[in-house]
Nanobody, 122 residues
Framework: QVQLVESGGGLVQAGGSLRLSCAAS????????MDWYRQAPGKQRDLVAR???????NLADSVKGRFTISRDNAKNTVYLQMNSLKPEDTAVYYC????????????????WGQGTQVTVSA
């Protein structure tokens, strides 16, 4: 199986910055897309950013110009640099990836992290 462990969340004032990290580990053969989602209280979980194994990135309109997604393929790790944070960015941020396992290299499955809380105070 694959485990995703997020880190870097916390409390920050509006205008501040945080950097989230998510490391995938386990019986991994390959990792394709890696994403960051977020879910605010009482709201649905939304895609914030996605990056392919080749480095192509897409960001939600609400975070363009403020957030940057990147990855280190050698470490199976994805990052989310969040600048100019706003109170509306407050949410639990989840990492997700598509990965294949050793011995099942043609079957991609989706895996989720446990989430990390980001709170932005006004």
């Amino acid at each position: 199986q694959v485990q995703l462990v997020e880190s870097g969340g916390g409390l920050v004032q509006a205008g501040g910055s945080l950097r989230l990290s998510c490391a995938a580990s386990g019986n991994i053969f390959s990792v394709s897309a890696m994403d960051w989602y977020r879910q605010a209280p009482g709201k649905q979980r939304d895609l914030v950013a996605r990056i392919t194994s080749g480095g192509s990135a897409n960001l939600a309109d609400s975070v363009k110009g403020r957030f940057t997604i990147s990855r280190d393929n050698a470490k199976n790790t994805v990052y989310l640099q969040m600048n100019s944070l706003k109170p509306e960015d407050t949410a639990v941020y989840y990492c997700r990836c598509d990965a294949t396992l050793i011995g099942s290299s043609s079957i991609y499955k989706s895996y989720w992290g446990q989430g990390t809380q980001v709170t932005v105070s006004a």
